[in-house]
């Protein structure tokens, strides 16, 4: 059972920057395909980011493009989501998901239910 913990979320002023982490306890994320999926209060569930598992496809949600970056780390077998020029409305809890193995970051990011293992996961809140 893979347990990922995120981290690096918090209060920011808008402009501003936050580097979200996934990593799994005991575990590395090199073999699996990881997303960041985000959820605000009245909001539908959105798929934010997500890379490969061999880290060739990323995918972002075009509300995101442009200002948020996903990465690997390979030394330390965790994801990042750097997320830069913040608004508002990307307030929201972040989580991370994984699942073993290939898929596209376009069908990690717009199909969840791929997803095996979720993070319980990070406050992001924006302040204008």
């Known amino acids: 059972q893979l347990q990922l913990v995120e981290s690096g979320g918090g209060l920011v002023q808008s402009g501003g920057s936050l580097r979200l982490t996934c990593r799994a306890a005991g575990s590395i994320l090199d073999y699996y395909t990881v997303g960041w999926f985000r959820q605000a209060p009245g909001k539908e569930h959105e798929g934010v980011s997500c890379?490969?598992?061999?880290?060739?496809?990323?995918d972002y949600a075009d509300s995101v493009k442009g200002r948020f970056t996903i990465s690997r780390d390979s030394a330390n077998g965790t994801v990042y989501l750097q997320m830069n020029n913040l608004k508002p409305e990307d307030t929201a809890v972040y989580s991370c998901a994984a699942v073993e193995g290939y898929y596209s970051g376009y069908a990690c990011r717009t199909a969840p239910a791929l997803m095996d293992y979720w993070g319980t996961g990070t406050l992001v809140t924006v302040s204008s």
């Open positions: 890379v490969s598992g061999s880290g060739g496809s990323t």
